[in-house]
């Protein structure tokens, strides 16, 4: 399972960024994928989640400002992120369960930074 994310960087409060991640090495559409963060000094935050079945997850702490999709033919996912808040500034995570429920797998992480 390989999975690289791109597209991170720094913005200003209220700017929008877009983060891509490339899947590689398990069955895509059989997969669950989500992205995640972490602060600095804090735990990791599932962000957002689409599921094999369709079904999604949004967390309240970015519904109307993050959407996640999803692209089969490319095996890809993305995250665009809008009205960012100093409060996003994390290093988010692609993360997969490879099409093994319970398995976990997440990539090296890139760098979101929110200032002014």
């Known amino acids: 399972v390989q999975l690289v994310e791109s597209g991170g960087g720094w913005v200003q409060p209220g700017g929008s960024l877009r983060l891509s991640c490339a899947a590689s090495?398990?069955?895509?559409?059989?997969?669950?994928m989500s992205w995640a963060r972490q602060a600095p000094g804090k735990g990791l935050e599932w962000v957002s989640a689409i599921y094999a079945d369709g079904s999604t997850y949004i967390a309240n702490a970015v519904k109307g400002r993050f959407t996640m999709s999803r692209d089969g033919h490319k095996n890809a996912i993305y995250l665009t992120m809008n009205s960012l808040r100093p409060e996003d500034t994390a290093v988010y995570y692609c993360a997969s369960d490879g099409g093994v429920q319970g398995a976990e797998y997440r990539g090296q992480g890139t760098q979101v930074t929110v200032s002014s």
């Open positions: 090495g398990f069955t895509f559409s059989r997969s669950a």
